[in-house]
C-alpha cells in the first residue's frame, strides 16, 4: 500500500515555536532592508536614465538575462535566502 503525502507530511513539531519569535522577527526586518534597498535603487536607476531620456521599465520587464548573468542572479538570489535563514537561526 503506498503511503499520501497527507500521511508522512507532517512536522515534528509545530511549525512555529515561542522560541522561534526572535529569529523569525529577524529575518522579517532582514527581508525587509534587503527589499527597501533594492526599491530605491531600482527606483532611481529608473528616474536618473528616466531624465537621461531613457525609458526602462518595459525593457526590464520583457529582459531576458544571459546564461553568465542568470548564474549570478542565482548566487546572489542564494546569498539572500542563506542570511534570511541565518537571521532566523540567531539566538
Known amino acids: 500500500m503506498s503511503k499520501t503525502p497527507q500521511s508522512f507530511n507532517k512536522p515534528g513539531r509545530p511549525t512555529l515555536e515561542d522560541t522561534d519569535i526572535a529569529g ?15 526599491n530605491d535603487r531600482v527606483q532611481v536607476l529608473e528616474a ?7 525609458e526602462v521599465q518595459q525593457e526590464i520587464e520583457n529582459y531576458q538575462p544571459s546564461e553568465e548573468m542568470q548564474a549570478r ?6 546569498a539572500l535566502v542563506e542570511k ?7 539566538d
Do not use: Y
Not at 28 to 38: A, F, G, M
Not at 73 to 78: A, C, I
Not at 84 to 90: I, K, P
Open 73 to 78: 542572479l542565482n548566487e546572489q538570489s542564494q
Open 24 to 38: 523569525v522577527g529577524a529575518a522579517v526586518l532582514t527581508l525587509t532592508r534587503e527589499l527597501w534597498i533594492l
Open 48 to 54: 536618473v536614465l528616466a531624465e537621461k531620456g531613457i
Open 84 to 90: 534570511v535563514l541565518a537571521a532566523m537561526q540567531s
